[in-house]
């Protein structure tokens, strides 16, 4: 019993009392990072995805995590509640490209930074990243012409396959690069980056992959004009 009280009163005296202007500056400082952080995935992010669209979770993402970190960093039986609560709240999320998996660790990780008071760090650290990602696109850099995503489904997946559709892409187009391909029983989606070098090349694919079957939908999507 006298264990049991000791314990108890080891949580009480755990907690800190959270200054509440050191909490609105790292608030702010989060809200602004996290903007920086969305405008730099639009500009040299590399997703099919939408990526305006994605990039707006950012802010709400770095700012809860950080509310979260603050909160439960001054109390050991808040951070022990945490641990309850996150075994039995399942959080799901279609992630199907890396790239987009990365910007949202380094979203949570600005929150926890700021969660935990490391300004400092957490501020060299989001410049530094920022500067890698920064020269890695200068360096890998940009093709002008390659700037069309060709996604192909088809709802009967046994009667069109991989092959035609690349051989069709390869006739007409002077570049083809393979960058998701998804087969199930009910359906068959295969996205490609590709490069026309006229209109003229780009119709004459579209018509030779509508050859291929009567339920296949042909999408392009300008990457550039996503961001």
Same mark, same amino acid.
């Given at each position: 019993m006298n264990k049991f009280q000791s314990f108890q009163e080891f949580l009480a005296t755990q907690s800190t009392e959270v200054s509440v202007l050191g909490f609105a500056v790292n608030l702010l400082i989060a809200a602004i990072?996290?903007?920086?952080? &969305?405008?730099?995935?639009?500009r040299f992010g590399r997703s099919i995805s939408n990526r305006k669209l994605f990039a707006g979770n950012f802010l709400a993402l770095t700012m809860t995590t950080m509310f979260i970190i603050t909160i439960v960093k001054s109390s050991l039986a808040l951070s022990l509640g945490l641990v309850g609560a996150l075994s039995?709240?399942?959080f799901r999320a279609a992630i199907k490209e890396p790239e987009e998996l990365s910007y949202?660790?380094?979203?949570?990780?600005?929150?926890?930074?700021?969660?935990?008071?490391?300004?400092?760090?957490?501020?060299?650290?989001?410049l530094g990243i920022c500067l890698a990602i920064f020269l890695r696109s200068r360096m890998r850099g940009r093709?002008? %012409?390659? %700037?069309?995503?060709l996604t192909?489904? &088809?709802h009967n997946p046994g009667k069109v396959d991989l092959g035609p559709i690349a051989e069709s892409l390869q006739a007409?187009? &002077? &570049?083809?690069?393979?960058?998701?391909?998804?087969?199930?029983d009910a359906a068959l989606e295969v996205t490609f980056q590709v490069e026309f070098d006229s209109f003229e090349n780009l119709t004459a694919g579209k018509t030779a992959l509508n050859a291929l079957g009567d339920d296949l939908r042909v999408s392009f999507l300008d990457s550039r004009g996503l961001g």
């Open positions: 990072l996290a903007v920086l952080l &969305s405008m730099l995935y639009v039995i709240v399942r949202l660790f380094l979203a949570i990780a600005i929150g926890l930074g700021l969660g935990a008071d490391q300004r400092v760090i957490t501020l060299v650290a989001f093709e002008e %012409n390659e %700037n069309l995503h192909v489904t &088809s007409h187009a &002077s &570049s083809v690069k393979l960058k998701r391909f998804d087969e199930t």
